[in-house]
């Protein structure tokens, strides 16, 4: 797409975005021509607009009222255009103390949410560090219970035997679980149970809709079982932190989307299934607008990167802000927290 706007297009959208993020109010041509710093008149400028526009860049909230960057502008600031600024030294010894190794991995993942919400004024989350070494599933059986209950039989490792009840819509038979015990342990036997939550929320899911029903039904077990949560879960599987500090920016200030938003942050399981699928990514990922596929999230960005040991990933951490967020500070502080997370981690072990 970059190569499609010329140089002087995309040095004014750079100046654009940096100015709405800002002010939050939209960007006139008068000054723009002003800001870019290029020997440009104002009709020049309204003509790169009009191009930018018609890309999908940039977008006219109300007549004569100047441009604000659309959700693809982000995307083409965030990719080619944006140059970002380094921590000081400062504030990296402030995430340094703030990092310590001698509490529990709740206390630590409270403590780096707590550091990511303060240093960007937007909510910060953590997934709670997972064990290097995870229990691995052997083996799942179901057996049927009164009252639409059943009782999941699982086989931790060699010989740790759990033992849970879990509500389905209807009575099952002996072997109609047992179809759907075999289908599962064809599928799942064998992984770590973080590895098997992560295959439920993504491959199988997303599969879910294309298997005949009691294929169907066996997914719903499990993501009771490993989902909501399953074992070895910890109370909670992140922690979040500065929510509340959302409501300052404007474009969140709706009473509707707050309400959303606070929702989705409650039930987390949203927000989780996000956290899970840049377990896969490398690095800082940057979801903007509508890439998370949640509507709730549609006017948020979400800049996450994975923290790991011995190069096995073991959490994901991140902020959530509106899509008008200061991506050149917001991504190196997740870039380097989740860098000092990994190194703090791996001093503990």
Do not use: W
């Not at 993501?223 to 879960?233: H, I, S, W």
């Amino acid at each position: 797409m970059a190569e499609e706007i010329g140089d002087r297009a995309q040095h004014l959208l750079k100046v654009l975005v940096e100015s709405y993020i800002r002010s939050g109010q939209p960007v006139g041509s008068r000054a723009l021509a002003r800001d870019s710093g290029l020997d440009v008149s104002a009709a020049t400028v309204r003509n790169a607009m009009a191009d930018l526009e018609e890309l999908g860049m940039v977008s006219s909230p109300h007549t004569s009222a100047g441009r604000v960057p659309t959700n693809k502008g982000y995307r083409m600031f965030v990719d080619s255009l944006l140059t970002v600024k380094p921590l000081s030294e400062r504030e990296i010894i402030t995430l340094s103390d703030q990092l310590g190794v001698d509490g529990s991995k709740q206390e630590l993942a409270t403590s780096v949410s707590d550091y990511l919400a303060g240093m960007t004024e937007m909510a910060g989350m953590v997934m709670i560090p997972r064990t290097a070494k995870r229990s691995s599933l052997r083996h799942i059986e179901f057996m049927p219970l009164s009252g639409h209950r059943i009782l999941a039989i699982l086989v931790i490792n060699e010989q740790d035997v759990q033992n849970t009840v879990i509500k389905v819509d209807r009575q099952y038979t002996p072997a109609e679980l047992q179809q759907a015990a075999n289908f599962l342990n064809n599928e799942l036997a064998g992984h770590e149970l973080f590895d098997v939550r992560h295959r439920i929320l993504r491959e199988l899911r997303e599969t879910k809709d294309g298997m005949e029903q009691m294929m169907h039904q066996a997914i719903s077990m499990a993501e009771q079982l490993f989902v909501k949560p399953g074992p070895e879960a910890d109370s909670d599987d992140f922690v979040l932190s500065g929510q509340t500090r959302l409501m300052g920016f404007d474009e969140l200030s709706n009473i509707e989307k707050l309400r959303g938003l606070f929702e989705a942050f409650n039930e987390k399981q949203q927000i989780l299934q996000l956290l899970d699928r840049c377990l896969d990514g490398d690095g800082v990922q940057i979801f903007i607008g509508e890439e998370s596929g949640y509507g709730v999230l549609d006017e948020c960005s979400m800049v996450t990167s994975s923290y790991q040991v011995d190069g096995e990933v073991l959490g994901i951490l991140g902020v959530i802000g509106p899509t008008r967020m200061a991506y050149e500070r917001v991504i190196p502080i997740v870039d380097i927290t989740a860098k000092m997370v990994s190194a703090a981690l791996a001093q503990s072990k």
